[in-house]
């Protein structure tokens, strides 16, 4: 499948025709009637100096004229199109681009297997393969989180050292050098390609033994999240699409990618601590938030958070996020083990994500799609996360309506 071409510019048309006529590009001075839009519902008189009658009218809302573009892009998608961008595949080691072009994924994930073995041009050029067979341009995320988790600076071709921890990086200079590192880190993924990256790491441990210690700061909610703040802020000023994880907070939880994990600790310790960070991370202008598979009792103590709507609907009310909600692999123990792949993708888009992130695609695409069909899933539902996922794509300028 090509490259699907997006609507025109009629909506952003009117806007920069009156703008050219009220800057007198047409060869001769404007008449005192100045309009900034074309609705004429919306023009107001009022008189001048002079006594003159200027017809004034408000300015649209960009961010309208945009989601208007957005919407008119999402009327053009199929159903299977639709179902497509909500997945964030595990990237195939094999027909890679075929994948892209079949499934119309809203994005690719990477993994160190990616990388290895490939300079920063071959690398470039691969990820430019997967933009180019995809009907829609992609998300392309990477775990480079710093520490122990590097997918790319693991490699010396991409740079001399692998990025450090976060511990190690506000032991070695505070907020400062973190601030560093994350718009360093995110001028290496951009070079080769890379537009999300799935940082910084909000959970809240200061025990050495647990599970997500050496990937958190390590420190207390309040320490937290000012670092979160500092490296969503260096992101967003990089152009790097940023992920909030694990919502609602792993503490000293052991490891969901081997086992069900449950966690009982009471709301308000989540309200008093975990939550911060991540306030912090959407305060600041996080794109998203990926949801952990941990099962919370006191939120939901049936389905693990990536599964449930009442999690959700704390990170959606509570918390007032409005971005894009991704699950964590749904390929992990804490999810096999708890139900099977097609029930699992179902049951996380029922629960409020907008992104699957998963490696078994070619199982749980077609189950959404008969969920879907079937009416257990309503169109409408689909419809909600694709113009969120578009709205990402777009702040990101992977999509545009001046293109």
């Given at each position: 499948m090509r490259r699907k071409p997006l609507p025109g510019k009629k909506i952003f048309g009117a806007?920069?025709?009156?703008?050219?006529?009220?800057?007198?590009?047409?060869?001769?001075?404007?008449?005192?009637?100045?309009?900034?839009?074309?609705?004429?519902?919306?023009?107001?008189?009022?008189?001048?100096?002079?006594?003159?009658?200027?017809?004034?009218?408000?300015?649209?809302?960009?961010?309208?004229?945009m989601d208007e573009w957005l919407q008119t892009v999402l009327d053009g998608m199929t159903l299977e199109e639709k179902v497509g961008q909500m997945f964030m595949a595990r990237c195939p080691e094999e027909n890679s681009e075929e994948m892209a072009s079949e499934?119309?994924?809203?994005?690719?994930?990477?993994?160190?297997?990616?990388?290895?073995?490939?300079?920063?041009?071959?690398a470039a050029e691969m990820i430019a393969s997967y933009q180019e067979a995809a009907p829609?341009?992609?998300?392309?995320?990477?775990?480079?989180?710093?520490?122990?988790?590097?997918?790319v600076s693991r490699f010396s071709q991409y740079?001399?050292?692998?990025?450090?921890?976060?511990?190690?990086?506000?032991?070695?200079g505070g907020l400062d050098l973190v601030r560093q590192d994350a718009l360093e880190k995110s001028q290496l993924l951009k070079s080769l390609g890379i537009n999300l990256n799935f940082a910084p790491v909000c959970d809240v441990t200061e025990d050495p033994e647990a599970f997500?210690?050496?990937?958190?700061?390590?420190?207390?909610?309040?320490?937290?999240?000012?670092?979160?703040?500092?490296?969503v802020l260096a992101m967003k000023e990089?152009?790097?699409?940023?992920?909030?994880?694990?919502?609602?907070?792993?503490?000293?939880?052991?490891?969901?990618?081997?086992?069900?994990?449950?966690?009982?600790?009471?709301?308000?310790?989540?309200?008093?601590?975990?939550?911060?960070?991540?306030?912090?991370?959407?305060?600041?202008?996080?794109?998203?938030v990926l949801t952990a598979h941990n099962i919370v009792s006191s939120m939901d103590s049936q389905y693990p958070a990536s599964l449930s709507r009442q999690v959700h609907q704390?990170?959606?009310?509570?918390?007032?996020?409005?971005?894009?909600?991704?699950?964590?692999?749904?390929?992990?123990?804490?999810?096999?083990?708890?139900?099977?792949?097609?029930?699992?993708a179902v049951l996380a888009v029922k629960a409020g994500n907008d992104l699957l992130c998963c490696t078994d695609f070619q199982i749980q695409v077609p189950a959404v799609l008969q969920?879907?069909?079937?009416?257990?899933?309503?169109?409408?539902?689909?419809?909600e996360s694709v113009l969120r996922i578009l709205r990402l794509k777009a702040s990101l300028g992977l999509i545009s309506p001046y293109e």
């Open positions: 806007v920069l025709t009156v703008a050219a006529v009220s800057a007198g590009l047409f060869g001769c001075r404007p008449p005192v009637e100045y309009i900034t839009e074309t609705t004429a519902e919306e023009k107001t008189s009022e008189a001048n100096d002079e006594g003159e009658i200027m017809i004034v009218t408000k300015e649209e809302d960009p961010q309208e004229k499934y119309c994924f809203g994005g690719y994930i990477l993994f160190a297997r990616d990388f290895e073995g490939k300079n920063s041009q071959e829609y341009p992609m998300l392309i995320g990477v775990d480079e989180e710093g520490g122990t988790v590097n997918r740079r001399d050292a692998p990025f450090a921890s976060p511990q190690e990086l506000y032991a070695q997500m210690y050496d990937r958190a700061l390590g420190l207390g909610p309040e320490e937290t999240a000012d670092y979160v703040r500092t490296v990089s152009g790097m699409g940023s992920v909030l994880k694990h919502f609602p907070g792993y503490g000293d939880n052991g490891d969901s990618h081997t086992s069900v994990i449950y966690d009982a600790r009471p709301l308000e310790t989540f309200r008093q601590a975990d939550f911060l960070p991540f306030q912090a991370g959407i305060q600041a202008g996080a794109d998203v704390i990170l959606r009310e509570e918390l007032g996020f409005d971005g894009v909600i991704i699950t964590d692999d749904l390929s992990m123990d804490g999810i096999r083990q708890f139900t099977g792949d097609e029930e699992a969920a879907v069909e079937s009416g257990e899933i309503d169109e409408t539902r689909i419809d």
